[in-house]
C-alpha cells in the first residue's frame, strides 16, 4: 500500500471552531468518514468543556480521562503542567493502545475516542485547563495500524492554538458557520500557522528565568510539522451564503475543502445524547475526506510506502 492509496495515513488533524460553529458534530461526521473510507480512526476529545462526543459517535460509555492516567493537573498537585508555564513534553506520553487501560478508550468498529480531560469534574479552583491541552499536543499513541488516522477535537476559540496546540499536527481543520467571527478566526489560525512555518518564535518573556525552558519553547515552534489549514463550511443553508463565505475566506487566504448543509435532526440527536447522523451530510463528510485526500497528496506528490 502507498501513500498515494490513503495519503491521511499516519496524520494528526486539528479540529477547530469558534463557539456554536459545529466543530464536534463535524468531527463526528468526519470520523465516520474516515471509518468508511477504510481509515483506522482515533478521535481524541481535548474539549475541556463541552461532553457528550462518546455517545455522539454511538458509543456506549465515556471514557475515563487521561488527565487521570498521567496523574492529574498541577493545580491540584499532579504532574500535568500548563504548555504555556512548562513546555517541557508530558511524563510517559508516548503510549501503545495495547498497553492502555481499556476505561481510557471508547470503541466503536473500527473508531476509538480517547478523552484529555473535562473541567466539569475538577471542582472549583481547579486552575485553567492548560493542562489538557498540553495532552493533546503531546500524546502518541502507538500501534493504532498503517492506516491511522487521529482527529484532535480542541475547545471552542482561539486559546488551545495559542498553546502551542498547533505544533504536533500536521494539518488543522477549521469549522466555519455563517458568521464574520467564525470567518476572522480561521484567517486568525491561518496566520498563525504561516508565522510558525516562517520561524516566528513563541512568546518567552514569562520564561526568561528559565534560560533552559525558552529554549525549548523555541525549538519546538521550530520543529513544527504543521502544513497548514484548510476550512470546512457549516451549516450553509444556501448558495449566495455559501459564495460570500468561499470569497470572504479566500482573501483571508484560506482554502475551503468542504461545506456542510443543515439537518434540523442532528440537534435533536446531541439533545438525546444518541449518535449522529444524516444520510445527507454523510455525503458531503465523504466529499471532504476525498478533498483532504487531494490536498495532502498534492503537498506530498512522491510516493511514499506505509508499512
Known sequence: MTREDMP????RLGV???GGAGKSTATVLLADALDERGYSVLVLDADSTNVGLARALGMSRDPDPLLDLFGGMVFSGGLVTCPVDDPTPLQGGVVSIRGVPDRYV???NGLRLMVAGKMGALGPGAGCDGPIAKIARDLVVEDLGPKHVVLVDF???FEDSARGALTSLDWALVVVDPTAAAVQMAIHLSDMVDKIRAGVPPA??????RGDLVELAIRLFREARVRGVVAALNRVADPSTEAYLRVALADGKVPVSGSFGTDRAIEEQWLRGRRVRSEVLAGQAAALVGRLESVVGESHPTSVTVP
Request: no cysteine; proline share 0%; aromatic share 6%.
Open 16 to 18: 477547530f471552531g469558534k
Open 204 to 209: 518567552t518573556q514569562h520564561l526568561l528565568e
Open 8 to 11: 491521511l495515513s499516519g496524520l
Open 155 to 157: 475547545k471552542a476559540g
Open 106 to 108: 471508547g470503541r466503536r
